[in-house]
Structures are given as structure tokens and as C-alpha cells.
């Protein structure tokens, strides 16, 4: 220590300490042991920082990666929901959402809904998957009685040809909803039957 750093009273001490005569060895070996130590506790902690700072930017990523997940599924799920569902559809109407200025826009879900209110001015390309929808829905009106051959009266055979025939409609015609009725019914049957 040199002398005047701490005022003097850090002399006194060590003066003292060297009057007693020379460090033991033990003592001196312990403070070296516990400055080793120490300075790897130090690298640890350094080491542990790095690792942090790297599992945060993985966290954000993560997190990022997450957030266009679910931005991706929602936008996808209301397409879908609005009568666009093939991957070409959901290119087209994506494509067409993202040419309209960014400022003032309506999230997907909002926009695609807006486009299925009748009257609306609804885009060339999307007009075949829109507009097929609402006048299905339309054109159905109350639910058709099944047609001969296809699902029998509550009083009539139940036979396994039916019931695939029921199910190969609504498979080849997944929209179809008078499929989905006939189908409805056989599966009615079935369960009162049981």
C-alpha cells in the first residue's frame, strides 16, 4: 500500500502485521485459493451473462416467429371461413390485401367480412370463391327432402349401401349441402336405431 492513499490508518495495520513476523503459509495459501475462486466464479458469471444475452435474442425471435404465426393462422382461418379455401385462393386474396395502403387498412378478418355483405364490390379474382358462397347459401334455402335412393324415410331400409352412399356424397362434395343433410339424416337414423 503506498502511503497517504487512506489516510494513513491502513499504515499503522500493516506495520502492526509485519511486526508480528512473516505471513503463515496457510493464510497466504487460503487468499490465493479464495482469489482463484473468485475470479472463476467471475469467468462463470461472465459466461452466464453471454448465455443470457443469447437466450434473449432467441426469446425474441421466438417470440417474433410466434406473433407471424398467429397473424398467418387467423388471416388463413378467416379465408377460409369466408369460402376461400385452397392455397391458390388464399395466395390471390393475400396478394390483393396487401396492395391497398397501408394506412387506413382493416385487418383480414375484417376486410374479407366486409367483401361478403351483399352489394359489396368484391375483387375479380375473389369473386368465383365470394360470390359461390353467398349464393349457395342462398339458393339452398330449407333443407331439401332426400331424394329417392339416396337416404330413407324415418320408416324406411337402412341398408350399408345408403350409408356409404351418404358418406361418398359429402366426401366427393364437401360443400354440398344437401351431401352434408342426406348425411346428417342417415347418421340420425343410425343413432335412433341403436
Known sequence: MIDGEDGGQGHDADVAEAAKGPVPYERFAALVAEKRALKAKASEVDTMRAQLAELGKRAETAEAALTAGRSEWTERTALIRAGIDDDDGIEVAR???ARQP????????????????????????????????????????????????????????????????AYAAVAARPGDTAAVARL???RALLATRA
Open 95 to 97: 396478394s390483393i390485401y
Open 102 to 165: 397501408a394506412e387506413g387498412r382493416k385487418p383480414m378478418e375484417e376486410w374479407i367480412a366486409a367483401l361478403k355483405v351483399e352489394g359489396a364490390s368484391v375483387p375479380k379474382p375473389l369473386a368465383p370463391y365470394l360470390t359461390a358462397a353467398t349464393t349457395t347459401a342462398t339458393k339452398a334455402g330449407p333443407k331439401p327432402a332426400a331424394p329417392q335412393g339416396q337416404a330413407p324415410s324415418a320408416g324406411g331400409a337402412l341398408t350399408p349401401e345408403v350409408i356409404k352412399q
Open 184 to 186: 346428417q339424416e342417415v
